[in-house]
């Protein structure tokens, strides 16, 4: 039995041999943040550093551009940065990219910060992210944000009056007055430049002082899995929205034509996926209990005739719904007006279609039946006195009339009684 074992044992280790370790050669982790900062990129960077410290890497790079974002995400990342062993570099890039709100406490917490020609930083004022605030906890909230970037500050050397004010009164500076402002350290154009301005810094870390030495090292790009990526989409407002509605439409189609299971199945789906976007954004319950009525009033015109009205309160309140559904003064946490609106006029085209098509339905003439008779044209196969015969849709039926008709006459059925039609002489 050992002998089996050490047969299978020998050539594996051997495999594991040849595997090349990141470890063995010298390099810094790269990560790159494009967009708002959140769960899914406050996984991602926070997976990075651990990676970094993991495989001994010489530095690690955060290549970001973000407008800010939630501020529980911001300092889960601080958080890790500070208590790294591996130097952090942020670096703000490319050009036209900005670390702005929850980007900008980001950057002065770096061991190293710096930005690309074309950049700016600053804009850091704290904005709510869950509701109205009255002006007393307004203020908690920001002075509480004002102490956090200061203490960044202090504890990098960086310039703490600039920090507090892009707290307290929101301003942005370019990469070239953050450097003269001691906000940053670096101003590079591209990466390659930076590693070697950067080359023979010492810098403080976990556990103490640190020399960078970028002599000779290797970049290793960590992109976001692919689950990350989809949580990262599904995060996006206007993708939560469309999920929503989707769910909405699924689960509307499932109970309007029970049996067709697909719809359904695409709706909870979607609801599911809207549920988990909309926990990481700052919903107004009001808003959202207005898209339920507005799709309740939808369902309501189709089996209550109400010629429009329901409707047209259904368009009413899915738009101020829409609009009310995601409570931010920040641009980036809201549903675009260009996706509100366009939404909201294919779903009321899709119910007045519907309801259209409902009321043609009923005010058309019935082609079946007794009443598919009544207004018929036919012929008088006997003469008519009171009673007789007609020839009317290919059959011959029993007739009735009030007045006298000649047979080979053309009659009109003006109605039904049991099997015998009432007709009168076509004028």
Request: no cysteine; glycine share 8%.
């Amino acid at each position: 039995m050992k002998k089996k074992v050490i047969y299978y044992l020998i050539p594996l280790s051997l495999f594991f041999l040849q595997i090349p370790s990141f470890s063995e050669d010298r390099h810094a982790v790269v990560l790159k943040v494009d967009g708002i900062i959140n769960p899914v990129s406050a996984e991602y960077i926070i997976s990075g550093i651990k990676e970094a410290s993991f495989s001994k890497a010489e530095l690690l790079i955060i290549q970001l551009d973000t407008p800010g974002g939630l501020d529980t995400s911001m300092r889960m990342i601080i958080k890790e940065m500070m208590a790294s062993g591996v130097p952090i570099v942020v670096y703000v890039s490319p050009s036209g990219s900005r670390a702005a709100s929850a980007g900008a406490f980001i950057t002065i917490a770096a061991h190293i910060a710096a930005m690309s020609p074309g950049t700016n930083i600053g804009a850091a004022h704290p904005v709510n992210m869950g509701g109205k605030m009255d002006r007393e906890m307004s203020k908690k909230v920001e002075n509480d944000a004002a102490a956090y970037i200061i203490s960044l500050a202090k504890k990098r050397g960086r310039n703490e009056a600039w920090a507090e004010k892009a707290v307290r009164k929101s301003v942005s500076i370019s990469e070239d007055e953050a450097k003269k402002e001691n906000v940053i350290d670096i101003v590079s154009e591209n990466i390659d430049l930076l590693l070697k301005e950067i080359n023979g810094r010492k810098v403080e870390v976990e556990g103490g002082s640190k020399t960078i030495s970028t002599d000779g090292i290797k970049l290793k790009y960590i992109e976001m899995s692919l689950r990350q990526r989809i949580l990262d989409t599904l995060s996006n407002p206007n993708i939560a929205y469309m999920l929503m509605l989707l769910g909405f439409y699924g689960l509307f189609f499932e109970l309007s034509n029970p049996g067709a299971i697909l719809p359904g199945i695409v709706g909870a789906i979607s609801l599911i996926l809207a549920f988990y976007s909309l926990q990481a954004l700052p919903v107004n319950y009001a808003g959202l209990l207005l898209i339920l009525l507005s799709i309740i009033l939808f369902i309501l015109e189709i089996k209550v005739t109400s010629y429009g009205a329901l409707t047209l309160g259904g368009i009413i309140s899915l738009v101020l719904g829409s609009i009310m559904l995601i409570e931010s003064p920040a641009p980036y946490m809201k549903i675009s007006l260009y996706l509100i609106l366009p939404a909201a006029a294919g779903t009321a085209a899709f119910f007045l279609f519907l309801v259209g098509a409902g009321i043609k339905a009923q005010r058309k003439k019935p082609t079946t039946g007794k009443e598919g008779l009544v207004g018929e044209a036919g012929i008088a196969e006997s003469d008519i006195k009171r009673e007789g015969k007609v020839f009317v849709h290919g059959e011959l039926w029993d007739a009735h009339s009030d007045e006298e008709i000649k047979s080979g006459s053309k009659v009109i059925v003006t109605g039904v009684e049991g099997l015998k039609l009432i007709v009168k002489l076509k004028s």
